[in-house]
């Protein structure tokens, strides 16, 4: 099914089951212990050996020799792999760094080896047993210092952008902001490490994984061991979250394979925390120019945003200007990009990449400039609100309610009590501010298929490669086909996450809910036409309700139609050009209260407000619980989180939960979602579109700027930590 045109009624309208605040299906599964993580297949891959996994010492360089004679004589080894045993490995098209290296290394950490071993302890051991000599070589690790080698990215996807004369205005606006603002690297740190089982049988590799792209992950780990696609095997149900660091195949997957393949039986492989952290990928750090000129009532004419991040060659850049290039109007505009090469471990997707650190700088620029203008941030924000994209005005936006976003949560939030004066708010030994931000995050939709089963009993099965993330996947698939197929949930099962299933969107970008239930819908549409024909009603007339089918005064249990054989329908939903006549993007507001210690200026969030306007939301309930999460992200990614960098040996050293500081149950307090009541026939049969990303945009300047009104002390250089606020804090008696 091609979706080309606006969508019109349809059976998902019915609103019977989706749009409910269903509880998770895989609840129960999931909090008893039985929903069985990529690391818990032990039914699946029986007698599994253990794999440890060797990461390089340094961050660039080469490896002059390595001595496996005492680690092979250690109790428990079976096999050690290095790139010199492994054979001829090729670098996956997801990948920027080879995910096993030798002799050439590339970062820190670098997978270099796996000790296969009897236990996982005599695995660790016997790996501290093997020998490395190294002949370290000179990188660079340093954004601030390579800012100036930084280079405009090659991919065309990336470009500079230009409108009117920014130069021209910016130089004879009456008010302007020239302002430099910095995020640092950041991790991931899901719960669940990268894991995953990898089983050979023959020529035929299956692997149980951990990882959010299926297809993806299946074609880079054929490509990278040089085998049939065919022949590998993916299986990932359950995931212990990702937020996109799981996007792509990484080493343990390959490390477990290529085990396996020496051991000649099961190897499962999860790498450590403290290796997760310069092994995988990691949110880039930013530096980033914001220019805004604007006339004396407000009205934005010239703005500009130019973004500085650095990745290993080969890589991409943070594209932290996205946002700026669709958020507010401004005839004359101009955003940029530039790329440093650097050492580091490989800098990759993030949730919301690009825009989550970039509205960290642009909403704390718009802040400033509203002060400057001697306006209120939220009203300046509307002031300059735009129904076109402004660099391209022919093209409307499918729907934009960021103005019905500001003010629902202005007044939710009851912004009319907040002082515009800094640092005039007490509650005791606190300095009490208030803090706004836009949230924007970009529509997308991917091609997505699935494949649908009707028993004699009734029961729709789902079979799609989609994954769940901790998203809720599973229940929204379920409620799209319930709703498709008129019956009740417990009449429907999914089954996900299996490269043997019809490929889906997968889960990453925002696209994941929309995508997959649009490629379930298109299955199920078959599915009812196949139905009515084998009846013999005319499908356009066919209803689906309460277990049954009608048309024409007749009435069949759906389960009959199957007596004689299951009946099987596959569809995929793909996508035509309704997202270049349209721009079609998610729009919200972020409302933050904070308080800092007067004192010690410790700074403590005391409630979180955000206002979403995002398409259909399938499941209120999930999506509270996507937002919510999100924004806890956005606390984190504010006021604890960074990757500090040995600028001169090129890791991140506090590459563990001890040290990488993220939000815990006592940082957040109460959070208030609202969504706003929204379709967008312009986006998939659902009318849906993406929400988990945009609940974390904006969240660090709503932050930030909520601390600047409670102190008077402006930070733009992330994360806002007490140090930057102690000497700068208003006296007190």
């Known amino acids: 099914m091609k979706f080309t045109t606006p969508a ?59 001595n496996l004679n005492e680690a092979r004589q250690a109790p428990g080894v079976i096999a050690i792999v290095t790139a010199e045993t492994a054979g001829t490995l090729a670098k996956g098209r997801f990948n920027t ?89 950041q991790s991931h740190a899901m719960m669940e490490p990268h894991a995953s089982i990898a089983s050979w049988q023959g020529d035929k590799l299956t692997v149980w994984t951990s990882n959010q792209m299926i297809d993806w992950g299946r074609g880079d780990l054929a490509k990278t061991l040089g085998v049939p696609k065919e022949n590998v095997r993916l299986i990932s149900p359950y995931i212990g979250g990702g937020f996109g660091g799981k996007l792509f195949v990484r080493s343990e ?98 949730r919301a ?15 400033e400039m509203a002060e400057k203008l001697k306006i209120d941030p939220v009203t300046f924000r509307i002031l300059n609100d735009t129904k076109v994209d402004p660099e391209k005005p022919d093209r409307r936006f499918s729907q934009r309610r960021l103005i019905e976003c500001l003010r629902t949560g202005a007044d939710r939030f009851g912004w009319n009590a907040r002082n515009a004066e800094p640092g005039k708010t007490r509650d005791g030994q606190w300095l009490i501010g208030m ?45 799209t086909a319930a709703e498709m197929m008129g019956v009740p949930l417990d009449k429907v099962v999914v089954h996900l ?58 009435s069949v249990p759906l389960g009959q139609v199957a007596e004689g054989g299951e009946i099987v329908a596959e569809d995929f939903m793909e996508y035509g050009d309704l997202d270049k006549k349209y721009q079609q993007s998610t729009f919200g507001a972020h409302f933050v209260e904070v308080g800092v210690d007067i004192a010690t200026g410790e700074t403590r969030v005391r409630r979180m407000l955000a206002v979403c306007a995002a398409g259909r939301i399938l499941n209120p309930k999930s999506a509270r619980s996507q937002v919510i999460g999100a924004m806890t992200m956005g606390v984190g990614a504010a006021l604890m989180e960074e990757l500090v960098v040995d600028t001169r040996s090129g890791f991140f050293v506090n590459h563990d939960l001890a040290g990488y500081e993220v939000p815990v149950h006592a940082d957040i307090p109460h959070q208030d979602v609202i969504f706003l009541d929204e379709t967008d026939p312009m986006s998939s049969p659902m009318k849906a579109k993406g929400v988990g990303e945009l609940g974390i945009c904006g969240v660090g300047a709503a932050i930030a700027n909520a601390v600047y009104n409670a102190t008077g002390v402006r930070v733009r250089d992330y994360p806002v930590t007490l140090d930057k606020l102690i000497d ?5 008696l």
């Open 253 to 350: 997957a390959l490390m477990a394979a290529l085990g396996a393949q020496a051991a000649n039986r099961p190897v499962k492989v999860a790498l450590t925390r403290p290796f997760m952290f310069n092994n995988t990928t990691h949110r880039p750090a930013t530096i980033q120019r914001i220019r805004i000129g604007a006339t004396r009532d407000g009205k934005i004419t010239a703005i500009g945003h130019e973004s500085w991040s650095g990745d290993l060659p080969g890589g991409k850049p943070e594209t932290a200007v996205q946002q700026t290039r669709l958020l507010y109007a401004g005839a004359n505009r101009m955003t940029s990009l530039r790329l440093a090469v650097l050492d580091l471990p490989e800098g990759n997707a993030m």
């Open 497 to 554: 996450g299996d490269s043997t299933f019809p490929v889906s969107a997968g889960s990453g970008g925002q696209w994941g809910g929309n995508s997959s239930t649009a490629g379930v819908y298109a299955a199920c549409v078959k599915l009812r036409e196949m139905i009515a024909k084998k009846l013999g009603f005319n499908p356009a007339d066919t209803a689906f309700a309460d277990g049954m089918v009608r048309a024409s005064g007749r």
């Open 8 to 66: 019109t009624t349809n059976p998902i309208d019915q609103l019977k089951v989706i749009g409910r605040p269903v509880d998770r299906i895989d609840g129960p599964l999931k909090t008893s212990g039985a929903a069985p993580y990529a690391y818990e297949q032990h039914a699946a891959a029986p007698n599994a050996a253990y794999g440890y996994v060797i990461g390089s010492a340094i961050a660039k360089g080469r490896i002059t020799s390595i």
């Open 97 to 185: 760094a080879k995910l096993l290296g030798g002799p050439d290394i590339q970062h820190y950490h670098q997978a270099i080896a796996i000790v296969v071993a009897e236990t996982f302890e005599q695995a660790r051991s016997a790996a501290n047993l093997v020998r490395v000599k190294y002949a370290p070589a000179k990188g660079a690790y340093d954004l601030a210092k390579a800012k100036d080698s930084a280079a405009k990215p090659k991919k065309e996807e990336e470009p500079d952008t230009k409108t009117g004369d920014f130069a021209g205005a910016f130089a004879t606006a009456p008010v302007r902001l020239d302002a430099h603002y910095t995020t640092p690297d």
């Open 435 to 479: 803090g706004v931000a836009a949230a924007f995050r970009n529509n997308l939709v991917m091609k997505s298929a699935a494949r649908v089963r009707l028993d004699r009993n009734g029961v729709v099965t789902v079979e799609t490669d989609m994954t769940d993330i901790g998203t809720g996947s599973y229940t929204i698939i379920a409620q």
């Open 353 to 367: 990449p690009g825009e989550a650190p970039g509205l960290m700088a642009l909403e704390i620029a718009m802040d």
């Open 728 to 732: 700068k804090m208003p006296a007190y």
